[in-house]
């Protein structure tokens, strides 16, 4: 079964440089503000193969590169095409899949009969051996992209709702990361969202980090639809949200959010059915 391939340790440090660079704190964008390394943005994989009659196969990359055939008896190359059904001829190969991607993860998905990117493959940055590369069992399919994940969604309504100082203050129960979603039964109002992975903290309206005034237009941290009167924010993590000067939800509609998550599996009960 063919899978997506990468430099090893590239995958988790893309992702995880994403996340530290959508930060904000006190209505600014916040990004990371220590120091980061970066993932490769040029390399190649490569594979021996014994073939007893020619193969075909086709390369998807996510960035641009080529391709090479090294005759590993007579050390003679050729190039091949990305864009094209490629064919090895028989022999022992060695086969080169080279990738570059400026702004992205260098990444590849090689399919054919007997040719195919898997654990098998190795990987090099050009500057030490090549070695494993790095695969996931979420990204198997040709038509997925590495650099996004497909979340879980799930909307989600506050378990408590409670009047404090003159607002309202929504607890969802435990932290998650989600998109608030305020439906609003007539026409827009300017609401203030004050966050808080604690009660204490979303209730600090004027210190809290993430606290955001939502505008009709030109929101740099959401968006209104006109036509369903929705305003959605961006992704955020947060237990709390306080609503100052707002008394009831009837004073705007109703407020949830949009969780995204991935339905990893729960080891624990699965360690517990199995000793029961």
């Known amino acids: 079964m063919a899978k997506w391939i990468w430099y090893h ?20 964008k916040w990004p990371a503000y220590w120091y980061t390394s970066g993932w490769n943005h040029n390399v190649y994989f490569c594979k021996e193969v014994y073939l007893k009659q020619p193969e075909t196969f086709t390369v998807k990359v996510q960035g641009e590169g080529y391709g090479k055939f090294v005759d ?10 990305l864009l094209e059904v490629v064919t090895c001829p028989v022999g022992h190969y060695r086969i080169e ?21 898997d654990e098998s493959w190795q990987a090099s940055n050009f500057l030490d051996d090549a070695s494993a590369v ?22 989600r309504h506050a378990q408590k709702v409670e009047c404090v100082e003159e607002g ?23 609401l203030t969202l004050s966050y808080g992975e604690s009660r204490t903290e979303a209730l600090d309206v004027k210190d809290t980090y993430l606290k955001h005034k ?3 237009n030109n929101d740099p941290f959401g968006a209104y639809d006109d036509e369903t ?21 009837e004073d705007f509609g109703e407020l949830s959010v949009d969780f995204e998550f991935i339905k990893f599996p729960k080891l624990g009960n699965s360690l517990l059915q199995i000793q029961n």
């Open 72 to 81: 590993l008896e007579s050390h003679e190359e050729t190039k091949f095409s």
């Open 9 to 28: 340790g590239d995958f988790e440090i893309y992702h995880a440089m994403k996340q530290n660079f959508d930060r904000e704190e006190r209505v600014m």
């Open 168 to 190: 309202l203050l929504f607890d969802f129960g435990h932290d998650l990361t989600a998109k608030t979603v305020i439906k609003f039964s007539q026409e827009f109002k300017p």
């Open 97 to 117: 899949v080279y990738v570059a991607n400026l702004s992205g993860l260098p990444c590849a998905y090689i399919e054919g009969k007997a040719i195919q990117s």
């Open 214 to 216: 939502i505008k009709q």
């Open 229 to 249: 009167k929705t305003y959605t924010t961006k992704l955020r993590a947060f237990r709390y949200i306080y609503l100052p000067d707002v008394k009831n939800t």
């Open 134 to 155: 790095g695969t996931s069992k979420y990204f198997i399919k040709a038509n997925q992209n590495p650099m996004h994940f497909t979340y879980t969604h799930d909307i």
